[in-house]
């Protein structure tokens, strides 16, 4: 755990959750429900916005929108609940003795959890911590692609991870985003990253995409996709007129997960 989780009080991590769940607050309305000085408030999301948790706006504050990718630890904080609803929805998807990849990323780490109740899984992975979490189950197959891994969140990549990706046809590739645009455009920020997501879709019987409401608009610069490659979309609240249309013009499912 980072120095910087470790300085979360109760109040930031309601703070955090409470833009995770509106988007934006305003501060008099902080002050109203957290019954402390409108300083008090100000100090609070200054220092958030520091660590890179939010961001500020005149009198109010909205959740990290930025082209740059946030911290690993801190991508495990944010948007937690709503992963785990997503995660909920898709392990009730997948059946017992199911093939299936799970890329990089925190929403796919929470699906893993969702999934140690099932029975004969067998998985491909490229995240170590998921590797890590599921070969605990004597019952499941746990494979670990070869290839470099990422210090900042244990993360494999490399020419060598696309080279064991194809040699597989699974029945399920779950995928975890980092950002949709307006044209459903799938966004990330390492193209090693993007390349092994792709080989993942493409060698995949069905494709379930997992993505929270933060992910809408965001910016991130690589290409990965398009969100017609994907089967189903798993996500906690409604996405965007624009997307809705592309969703139904490339009849793609659409989960929202309450």
């Not at 500020?56 to 690993?72: D, F, M, V």
């Not at 990849?101 to 925190?106: S, Y």
């Not at 399920?172 to 985003?177: A, M, P, R």
Request: charged share 25%; hydrophobic share 45%.
């Amino acid at each position: 755990m980072t120095d910087k989780n470790k300085s979360l009080n109760a109040r930031h991590k309601a703070i955090l959750k409470w833009l995770e769940s509106d988007g934006l607050v305003r501060v008099e309305h902080m002050v109203r429900r957290y019954q402390v000085t409108e300083q008090t408030i100000r100090r609070d999301l200054t220092w958030l916005a520091q660590q890179r948790l939010i961001t500020r706006l005149h009198g109010a504050a909205k959740p990290l929108n930025s082209t740059e990718n946030i911290a690993y630890s801190d991508r495990q904080i944010l948007h937690h609940r709503a992963k785990q609803k997503i995660a909920a929805a898709i392990a009730a998807l997948i059946p017992d003795n199911a093939s299936l990849f799970i890329n990089i990323g925190t929403t796919t780490e929470t699906i893993a959890h969702a999934l140690m109740n099932h029975r004969g899984l067998q998985i491909i992975t490229n995240n170590l911590h998921v590797a890590a979490l599921m070969s605990q189950k004597t019952d499941f197959r746990v494979i670990v692609t070869s290839g470099e891994v990422r210090a900042t969140d244990g993360g494999i990549m490399g020419e060598a991870t696309l080279d064991f990706i194809q040699q597989f046809k699974l029945d399920y590739g779950l995928i975890g985003i980092s950002a949709i645009d307006n044209e459903g455009t799938l966004l990330d920020f390492d193209y090693r990253e993007v390349k092994v997501a792709q080989a993942i879709i493409e060698h995949s019987r069905q494709v379930f995409l997992a993505a929270d409401h933060s992910k809408f608009g965001r910016k991130a610069m690589v290409r990965l996709g398009n969100l017609a490659q994907a089967d189903r979309l798993f996500t906690d609240q409604a996405p965007p007129t624009d997307i809705l249309g592309l969703m139904n013009d490339s009849d793609v499912a659409l989960h929202i997960c309450r």
